[in-house]
């Protein structure tokens, strides 16, 4: 369920997504015309007569949903419930979506997704995100998941299964005005590539992560960098950095700390 804005009569809004999996939905576009089945990818855009918000409802399989900054990206205003609709790809979902004030996962199954990269990416006006409820346990990469949300002063993914991730490089860049993270619970056993991890995060006051195993990453470059309100690191003291494979892997981390 999600609420969506249109700012001239007849104007369009069209669902983007990968033309991926399988589809086989109802659409209820939440104005006067009758819900929409669809059983084919074919753009799903819908016109509406009247200006204002809308309120558009999904049931039945609709596997992803894909704006990767483009399209329609500024129309969507608030997402009420993710829902159950048989997610298998929510990689890139909600990339640039600048005007997306509220994510309400709700009653949601992500046990299919594997990629969550960029899904939450320059997100600015969300102030507070609660993803706990997402099953994580087959995702690979969280690179960049929610860099660029810089409006975010809450963040609860505190039962995040981390345990295949591979990749969290860039996974809060700029993320500034966060004031606290909790990633203690985090399993970091076959993550490689902590690249700018951390990377301007300037309001943490203090960060925990005596839970990070590193034995495998190859590269933590400005992982911490900038992070200029940060008393306390936990943890960090133990990392293994045998597995670092270049010179440059340390370069900067924790500048400006």
Same mark, same amino acid.
């Given at each position: 369920?999600?609420?969506?804005?249109?700012?001239?009569?007849?104007?369009?809004?069209?669902?983007?997504? $990968?033309?991926? !999996?399988?589809?086989?939905?109802?659409?209820?576009?939440?104005?006067?015309?009758?819900?929409?089945?669809?059983?084919?990818?074919?753009?799903?855009?819908?016109?509406?007569?009247?200006?204002?918000?809308?309120?558009?409802?999904?049931?039945?399989?609709?596997? /992803?949903?894909?704006?990767?900054?483009g399209g329609d990206n500024l129309k969507i205003k608030r997402v009420t /419930?993710?829902?159950?609709? !048989?997610?298998?790809?929510?990689?890139?979902?909600?990339? !640039?979506?600048? &005007?997306?004030? $509220?994510?309400?996962?709700?009653?949601?199954?992500?046990?299919?997704?594997?990629?969550? =990269?960029?899904?939450?990416?320059?997100?600015?006006?969300?102030?507070?995100?609660?993803?706990?409820?997402? /099953?994580?346990?087959?995702?690979?990469?969280? =690179? $960049?998941?929610?860099?660029?949300?810089?409006?975010?002063?809450?963040?609860?993914?505190?039962?995040?299964?981390?345990?295949?991730?591979? @990749?969290?490089?860039?996974?809060?860049?700029?993320?500034?005005?966060?004031?606290?993270? &909790?990633?203690?619970?985090?399993? #970091?056993?076959?993550? #490689? &590539?902590?690249?700018?991890?951390?990377?301007?995060?300037? !309001?943490?006051?203090?960060? @925990?992560?005596?839970?990070?195993?590193?034995?495998?990453?190859? @590269?933590?470059? =400005?992982?911490? /960098?900038?992070?200029?309100?940060?008393?306390?690191?936990?943890?960090?003291?133990?990392?293994?950095?045998?597995?670092?494979?270049?010179?440059?892997?340390?370069?900067?981390?924790?500048?400006?700390?």
């Amino acid at each position: 369920i999600s609420v969506w804005a249109t700012t001239v009569v007849d104007e369009t809004i069209t669902i983007p997504c $990968q033309n991926v !999996g399988t589809f086989n939905a109802v659409v209820d576009w939440g104005d006067t015309s009758p819900p929409e089945t669809i059983t084919t990818y074919n753009g799903f855009t819908h016109e509406y007569a009247a200006i204002g918000e809308h309120t558009i409802s999904i049931t039945g399989t609709f596997p /992803n949903i894909y704006f990767n900054t483009g399209g329609d990206n500024l129309k969507i205003k608030r997402v009420t /419930n993710l829902g159950t609709v !048989g997610w298998t790809r929510l990689n890139r979902a909600f990339f !640039g979506c600048a &005007n997306l004030t $509220q994510f309400t996962a709700g009653s949601t199954d992500t046990s299919a997704v594997t990629d969550l =990269q960029l899904i939450f990416a320059n997100c600015t006006s969300l102030t507070s995100l609660d993803v706990s409820s997402f /099953n994580t346990s087959l995702v690979t990469t969280m =690179q $960049q998941m929610f860099n660029g949300c810089s409006g975010l002063t809450s963040l609860d993914l505190s039962s995040f299964d981390t345990s295949s991730v591979l @990749n969290m490089s860039y996974m809060f860049l700029s993320c500034n005005t966060l004031t606290s993270l &909790n990633v203690s619970s985090f399993d #970091t056993s076959s993550v #490689t &590539n902590m690249y700018f991890m951390l990377r301007g995060c300037s !309001g943490l006051t203090s960060l @925990n992560v005596s839970s990070f195993v590193t034995t495998n990453v190859s @590269n933590m470059e =400005q992982m911490i /960098n900038g992070c200029n309100s940060l008393t306390s690191i936990v943890g960090a003291e133990d990392f293994d950095i045998t597995g670092l494979d270049s010179t440059g892997d340390l370069t900067s981390f924790l500048t400006g700390g």
